[in-house]
């Protein structure tokens, strides 16, 4: 099956700074990544889906200044959550979907954010 | 607007025992799809399965099974003869039955513990 990467795997930042999470697809073109939250012992809530070479869609409630999404190629999406903060603390999942594929998404291994 | 709920939190089971878990969606699409998810502790979502709405057959892989009614809106599990790696938060997902943007809404999770 398709594979998708993340990097880093676990991040530890301070307050205040910018951090970078990575999303590969490795073995195929993704023209859909979408980012996805997931809080402990909760579900994964979507925060914005990015088309390639177009810009994300972020759903209600998330900030787009705060969470900035790139989809510059087909297959890296980048997440840069700016000014952290504690409560930003979570696990990270993105996913990619490839061209003429529509229902398969194929996920990440996620992405561990603690902002200290 | 989707929905999809999962209404049993958390299962405590002994190895072998069968266990079931319960899946109820709502969707104002006709056409659909419907996934499960599997979420060991490492955080990497396993995908289990995707059904189309139009495709009632249950089905059967090994010890798994699930049990598709439309008339009720569920979507259940089975794991036969559970074994400890079955240990592990399990999610229900509803998608729109589209060629793009394919959104997945997922249910909140029921963690399965399987005691030796």
């Known amino acids: 099956g398709a594979v998708v990467s993340q990097h880093p795997s676990r991040v530890i930042c301070k307050s205040g700074t910018s951090v970078k999470i990575e999303c590969r697809s490795l073995?195929?073109?993704?023209?859909?990544m979408f980012w996805y939250r997931q809080f402990p012992k909760q579900s994964l809530m979507l925060m914005a889906t990015?088309?390639?070479?177009?810009?994300?869609?972020?759903e209600q409630g998330v900030e787009k200044d705060k969470f900035l999404i790139n989809h510059a190629s087909l297959t890296l999406s980048t997440l840069t959550v700016t000014s952290a903060h504690p409560e930003d603390s979570s696990f990270y999942i993105c996913?990619?979907?490839?061209?003429?594929?529509?229902?398969?998404?194929?996920f990440g291994p996620g992405t561990r954010l603690t902002v200290t | 607007a989707q929905k999809v709920t999962q209404a049993q939190t958390e299962i405590s089971v002994v190895e072998k025992e069968d266990v079931t878990l319960d899946c109820v969606y709502e969707?104002?699409?006709?056409?659909?799809?419907l996934f499960w998810y599997k979420q060991p502790p490492s955080g990497e979502l396993v995908f289990l399965i995707r059904?189309?709405?139009?495709?009632?057959q249950n089905e059967i892989s090994g010890r798994y099974s699930w049990n598709f009614q439309k008339s009720t809106s569920s979507f259940n599990f089975t794991i036969t003869a559970s074994q400890v790696v079955d240990s592990a938060v399990y999610f229900c997902a509803l998608s729109p039955f589209e060629t793009s943007g394919s959104r997945l809404t997922f249910g909140e999770g029921t963690q399965l513990t399987v005691n030796p």
């Open positions: 059904r189309n709405s139009f495709d009632e």
């Open positions: 996913s990619a979907r490839g061209r003429g594929r529509a229902y398969e998404q194929y």
């Open positions: 969707t104002r699409d006709t056409t659909y799809y």
């Open positions: 073995d195929f073109q993704a023209t859909t």
């Open positions: 990015s088309n390639e070479g177009s810009k994300a869609t972020y």
